[in-house]
T-cell receptor, first 111, second 114 residues
Framework: EDQVTQSPEALRLQEGESSSLNCSYT??????LFWYRQDPGKGPEFLFT???AGEEKEKERLKATLTKKESFLHITAPKPEDSATYLC????????????FGDGTTLTVKP | NAGVMQNPRHLVRRRGQEARLRCSPM?????VYWYRQLPEEGLKFMVY????????ESGMPKERFSAEFPKEGPSILRIQQVVRGDSAAYFC????????????FGQGTRLTVV
């Protein structure tokens, strides 16, 4: 069974204080890993797809990286508007279309 | 270009009633996925549908839950004889095709069973 574990569960940062969120996964035949952002009361918003170890993607203050066992979401000089829950998900094997999600990391950035 | 549309946004049902949740995918998307998010938990896969076909329903509870995606109209997630444990946020996502593609989510339907 595919498993995704995100850490920490919650992270509080001061504005401008860079940090990283971790997503560890155990799957049989990773096809891709996704990062989403979810604001309270809303649906997940797609951020990145990573396909293979060594790949990196960037968007504004966010950078996602992938190894064979985990992915990191690096947040550089965060702002209060980056406060949200960040979700990691994987698609693996022959489970076309089915994503397995982690429980998320709730990020709070204080001004 | 409208995104994934779900309705209603909020639904209150008494125990034993039926709940019907609707999802219209993004234009050009023919694949629909339903996920459930219980309070303080992550998203759990329920079912994957294409037009008139259920592709993967491995996450659906065996009883009371059903889903369809007809040739015309929205996808429907139906919960019969709701119980308090069904209270959750139900999210629909859509994607344009098979293979590895990111899915785009709707805003969800928050079901409360009283």
């Amino acid at each position: 069974e595919d498993q995704v574990t995100q850490s920490p569960e919650a992270l509080r940062l001061q504005e401008g204080e860079s940090s990283s969120l971790n997503c560890s996964y155990t799957v049989s035949g990773l096809r891709g890993l996704f990062w989403y952002r979810q604001d309270p009361g809303k649906g997940p918003e797609f951020l990145f797809t990573l396909y293979s170890a060594g790949e990196e993607k960037e968007k504004e203050r966010l950078k996602a990286t992938l190894t064979k066992k985990e992915s990191f979401l690096h947040i550089t000089a965060p702002k209060p508007e980056d406060s949200a829950t960040y979700l990691c998900a994987v698609q693996a094997g022959t489970n076309a279309g089915k994503s397995t999600f982690g429980d998320g990391t709730t990020l709070t950035v204080k001004p | 270009n409208a995104g994934v549309m779900q309705n209603p946004r909020h639904l209150v049902r008494r125990r034993g009633q039926e709940a019907r949740l609707r999802c219209s995918p993004m234009k050009g998307h023919s694949h629909v996925y339903w996920y459930r998010q219980l309070p303080e938990e992550g998203l759990k896969f329920m079912v994957y549908l294409q037009k008139e076909n259920i592709i993967d329903e491995s996450g659906m509870p065996k009883e009371r839950f059903s889903a369809e995606f007809p040739k015309e109209g929205p996808s429907i997630l139906r919960i019969q004889q709701v119980v308090r444990g069904d209270s959750a946020a139900y999210f629909c996502a859509s994607s344009p095709g098979t293979g590895l593609t990111e899915a785009f989510f709707g805003q969800g339907t928050r079901l409360t069973v009283v």
